[in-house]
């Protein structure tokens, strides 16, 4: 089994992006799909790819927004998009679990739970920490580079623009 591990905000939603830095949407009313992620997931969904959506919400721990919100936003989500799963950091840097990216926990749980073959997947994020948690997990990797005003990731395997791009580029890759 392959996959493709999505960020959320930003890949396949929206970030409400305040002076350059991306934040998750703070209610379903900030929610909005990105264009074209429906195409790409279906597409990805048609070439045997499982769609697992790996994403820190540390909101959750800082008191800034509620579980509930969050399991609002992604069920939402998983009824509009063909979405497998999700596996959601609601901790903060300093709980130092495994699970919050850059550490790959979230990835690699989601591929023991699935059977799925990491050196067979990738991981599409718009974050340094996002792109290091696939290169730590051993997934080939694609940045979605907004040119946010924050640390840049150092290595990845392929950037781009959109998710739409980043399947495209799966597609190719699986077929080539």
């Given at each position: ?31 909005e799909i990105l264009p074209d992620v429906a195409l790409a997931?279906n597409n990805l969904r048609e070439e045997g790819y499982k ?101 840049q990731p150092m290595n990845w395997d392929y950037r781009v ?16």
């Amino acid at each position: 089994m392959k996959a493709v591990f999505l960020d959320r905000d930003g890949v396949v939603n929206k970030a409400v992006v305040i002076h350059q830095k991306p934040y998750p949407p703070a209610n379903l009313n900030e929610l909005e799909i990105l264009p074209d992620v429906a195409l790409a997931l279906n597409n990805l969904r048609e070439e045997g790819y499982k769609l697992i959506v790996v994403t820190n919400q540390p909101d959750v721990a800082r008191g800034k927004v509620a579980l509930e919100t969050v399991k609002e936003i992604n069920s939402s989500l998983q009824k509009q998009l063909p979405i497998d799963e999700f596996f959601c950091c609601f901790h903060d840097d300093s709980d130092s679990c495994e699970c919050r990216k850059p550490k790959p926990g979230a990835i690699l749980n989601a591929a023991q739970k699935h059977n799925i073959d990491i050196t067979q997947s990738f991981m599409v994020g718009d974050r340094w920490r996002d792109i290091e948690a696939g290169e730590m997990a051993g997934c080939k990797t694609m940045f979605i580079d907004y040119g946010y005003n924050e640390k840049q990731p150092m290595n990845w395997d392929y950037r781009v623009k959109s998710l739409y791009e980043a399947s495209k580029i799966i597609l190719e890759k699986n077929n080539g």
